[in-house]
């Protein structure tokens, strides 16, 4: 009898070692560097001692590039922007259908969380929502550059080795609206897009000797400018914001065509496991408390009401000093990328490669 009691505990010890073991959930976050600080993901697994945080970094290119080379599978939860998943769920079938009964949306901001379920619905089902906001426009050193206002004005030839761009499809769209195009209305005529892209690639080209570097990414940007290599460039008003606490000369500036606008968001790759997971994380980083502690790591604006009274107060300052509420007004937010035209943008900006050995 003492035997079968000695086994009955160790099989009982085992049964519920597997069943926790079971239990235990990797959540595979797909996302931006800078949106899970190592502070952030040490609360969320405090809070869920059952879900571990396992975090690969990129943008929105690799993103769709990844999930499309698996079919939508290897992650849990991913953050494009708001103007790549229709598109992209059309073409590749990468996500699936949110559940929004498990996401906390009453203290998103109304117009980015409209604005992103118009984008993302697909036969009636929403296929994301807002996480963070944010500009591209002009990162200016305004005491070495007082003149600059326009995207044009980096391919001034009075700025000749002294300006910096990002060789993606956001400064094909910004040069589109310096030679006085709208490339986002043209997406509706492909043909038409197609001749705004010869003018721009001719454009970029030509502008070549102004470029003293192409930017890979906010750290190699923030030293040039720091240094003094460059004196403006096309940049993300976060880049701009940090590097203003450091020298209030650096501002980020709006073109006077209207910075552009992006939301990056929340969706579910369509072979996710996790998606309890996923949704947990959601409502976890759209707290106040956490937003403030994101956003001094990404000097991006939350989806929630308030959020920009949770950024730091360098970088509430920075927002101050570059944002009048008409610029606000004028910004361009990305349009959904029909079919064809990332081809298109991709073989233009390979041409412009080769061209200048960006």
Known sequence: MQMKSVLSAITASVALSLASGA?????????????????????????????DVEVTYSNNEEMIAKLRATGGAGFDLAQPSHDRIYAAQLEFDIYKPLDLSQIDTSNMTPKLLDGVKENATID???????????????????????DVKNWGDLCDPAYEGKTSMRLKRTILLATAYSLGEDPFAAYSDLDKYQGI?????????????????????????????????????????????????????????????????????FVLPRKGKADDAAYKWINFVLQPEIVELMSASTGAIASINGAADLLPEDKKAAVNAAFSDADIDNLKFFANIPPGVEDMEGKALEKIKAATGG
């Open 23 to 51: 239990q235990a959930e990797t959540l595979r976050l797909l996302t931006w560097g800078s949106y899970a600080p190592d502070n952030v993901i040490e609360m969320f697994e405090e809070k869920y001692p059952d879900i």
């Open 124 to 146: 009636g089902e929403v296929y994301a929502v807002p996480h963070q906001w944010g500009t591209t426009g002009l990162m200016v050193n305004t005491a070495e550059a007082p």
């Open 197 to 265: 892209l010869d003018d721009v690639t001719t454009r970029l080209i030509e502008c070549k000797d102004n470029i003293k570097a192409y930017w890979q990414g906010g750290d190699d940007l923030s030293a040039m400018m720091l240094s003094g290599e460059i004196v403006a460039a096309e940049s993300w008003d976060s880049t701009a914001y940090k590097l203003f606490g450091e020298n209030p000369d650096i501002k980020f500036v709006p073109p006077a065509t209207g910075a552009l606008a992006w939301i990056d968001t």
